[in-house]
């Protein structure tokens, strides 16, 4: 399913085939929690601005409208109108961030939920169960996501709770693909790396899962406390020990820079709310850095967010325009500033994937990892 075609050191240019499509890789995936882009786009908008791979999580759709309904209506294809692979996260972050009760057993997690707070459990044959009704074309493992920093001892039972996990979480999936109702009998599973930044753990359980010969692996609980260059030294650690013929995910990150960073690691598919999440408050991607287009600067202001972008926002719209949407309030804005970021963001992984295409990988990163963080 997954075809290397090219490497430039760590940096990887692959391609990975699913039941609903061929993945360029490296790509960064559109995130769609609820079966919906944030800020009003929809599965027709994301096939324009060019989105390979669409990201929806088992928690939220668990709890609302309910797998099942989902399940009945053909599976999360058909629901959302979306005719791309979809990758569904497992409901392990979810869990950590959002439920204010947990209490996490050999068996799986019981937590409130933060819509009604109602009790739920939540085992891994559960997790995947679900999924398969949502007919994912990914299906992620079910783990326990840390918040850091933590203790070792806690993080090292963490980790091999994680792994006997991701066993019951393979078999399950085996399972589920053999009965003759299931909604995609092609989905298939990625292994999560845990383990925090103790890179002794890490790499012992990446080696643990590797075994497991799954068809891709993430690298998860990152971007939750440290700091970037423990990140960064985090997938050095870890990479290494990854299967070179296997996707590889980091999970949850990030920034463009992140992105490029993660390229040049080894990295092929990333995913992160902050595109949609900052162009709801204003913030836009540039090739020159950040803006915050509600700024007073921008009030007379007749160009493009970026004059070099052909998203159909710039193609159509000033920065004045922009700044008058968001100083009244009109929900237009955080449409346009949405689809401006997340047209950045697939435009970024392309170029990335051209430069590996023709061997300039390495000049990209120099002009723009540093550049494309910068605020203006």
């Given amino acids: 399913m997954f075809e290397l075609?090219?490497?430039c050191g760590r940096a990887r240019r692959g391609r990975f085939t699913t039941p609903h499509g061929t993945v360029e890789t490296p790509v960064f995936m559109n995130v769609g929690t609820q079966a919906a882009i944030k800020g009003g786009l929809s599965s027709h908008d994301l096939h324009?601005?060019?989105c390979?791979?669409?990201l929806c999580n088992t928690y939220h759709l668990h709890l609302r409208p309910g797998d099942e309904l989902i399940r009945k209506m053909g599976g999360l294809h058909k629901f959302m109108g979306w005719s791309g692979p979809v990758l569904t996260d497992s409901g392990g972050f979810q869990i950590f961030s959002l439920a204010k009760l947990r209490k996490i057993t050999e068996e799986g997690t019981a937590f409130n939920s933060h819509i009604d707070g109602r009790r739920i459990f939540m085992s891994p044959e559960d997790s995947i169960r679900i999924q398969s009704n949502l007919g994912s074309d990914i299906a992620m493992a079910f783990d326990e996501c840390i918040g850091l920093p933590a203790p070792y001892d806690y993080v090292k039972a963490s980790a091999d709770r994680t792994l006997r996990w991701l066993t019951r979480c393979k078999a399950e999936l085996e399972r589920l693909r053999d009965l003759p109702d299931t909604v995609n009998p092609g989905q298939v599973l990625f292994g999560i790396n845990q383990g925090a930044t103790y890179h002794d753990i890490r790499i012992a359980h990446m080696d643990a899962i590797a075994a497991l010969d799954l068809p891709g692996y993430a690298i998860g609980g990152l971007a939750v406390g440290e700091?970037?260059?423990e990140m960064y030294d985090t997938i050095d650690?870890?990479?290494e020990h990854m299967p070179k013929d296997k996707p590889r995910y980091l999970m949850g990150v990030g920034t463009p820079s992140n992105i490029i960073e993660g390229v040049y690691r080894g990295i092929d598919f990333f995913d992160c709310v902050m595109p949609a999440r900052n162009g709801r408050h204003g913030h836009l991607f540039t090739w020159e850095g950040v803006i915050n287009?509600?700024?007073?600067?921008?009030?007379q202001d007749p160009n493009p967010i970026d004059s070099t972008c052909h998203c159909p926002?710039?193609?159509?719209y000033s920065r004045a325009y922009l700044r008058h949407l968001f100083a009244s309030g009109e929900v237009l804005g955080l449409r346009l500033a949405v689809t401006h970021n997340l047209w950045f963001y697939n435009e970024l992984v392309k170029r990335i994937r051209d430069s590996l295409d023709n061997?300039?990988?390495n000049e990209f990163r120099d002009t723009y990892s540093e550049i494309l963080g910068r605020r203006i």
């Fill in 5 to 7: 075609i090219s490497t």
């Fill in 48 to 50: 324009d601005l060019n």
């Fill in 52 to 54: 390979q791979i669409e």
């Fill in 227 to 229: 700091s970037t260059q």
């Fill in 237 to 239: 650690a870890v990479e």
């Fill in 293 to 299: 287009i509600k700024n007073e600067k921008h009030a």
């Fill in 313 to 316: 926002v710039c193609e159509k």
């Fill in 359 to 361: 061997g300039t990988f």
